[in-house]
């Protein structure tokens, strides 16, 4: 009995470890997810346009036409597949493998919270719908990020509109 007691306290320690490496990939993705997408403030902040006589940041116009990040602009927030894949047994009742690694298997199949972009090269065209105040927000914050991250040698920006929206962007 000594010797199970042996064997689980080895593999409890075991787990522990694996667990605590996945939850440092995990960890590590979603801060290079995030900052390779970075939200609005640091958007701004890049731009030097926060109204803190900030100067630009070093990012700005960072990605090329060249860069896989071209063009790559962020619309949200959302869960997408973590790209360390687990793998565990298929699970039968005479199954000697614990239980609680199909639960880590669970636990790291998805990243949540990381941002959500679209590869505007890719797809050369987006549509935008919904209510018209949204739909503008969405719009600037797209524009933003093309304007704060892609040099005016590499991007043309135009926005059309009617005359009685100037106001909305000017």
């Known amino acids: 009995h000594v010797r199970d007691r042996e064997a689980d306290d080895e593999h409890a320690h075991e787990l522990r470890e694996q667990h605590e490496r996945l939850q440092g990939l995990y960890d590590e993705e979603q ?21 803190t006589n900030t100067p630009p940041q070093e990012r700005l116009w960072e990605r090329r036409v060249g860069d896989a990040d071209f063009l790559q602009l962020r619309v949200g927030l959302g869960p997408v597949p973590f790209s360390t894949t687990i793998h565990v047994p298929q699970l039968r009742p005479d199954s000697p493998v614990d239980p609680r690694l199909y639960q880590i298997e669970q636990q790291y199949r998805t990243l949540l919270d990381v941002p959500i972009s679209i590869p505007l090269r890719e797809i050369g065209a987006l549509g935008v719908s919904g209510a018209p105040p949204q739909g503008r927000a969405l719009l600037r914050w797209l524009v933003w990020q093309a304007a704060v991250f892609h040099a005016p040698a590499d991007l043309r920006i135009a926005v059309v509109y009617p005359p009685e929206m100037a106001t909305e962007w000017s």
């Open 31 to 51: 801060r290079v997810r995030h900052e390779a997408q970075p939200d609005q403030e640091t958007v701004l902040r890049t731009a030097g346009a926060l109204g």
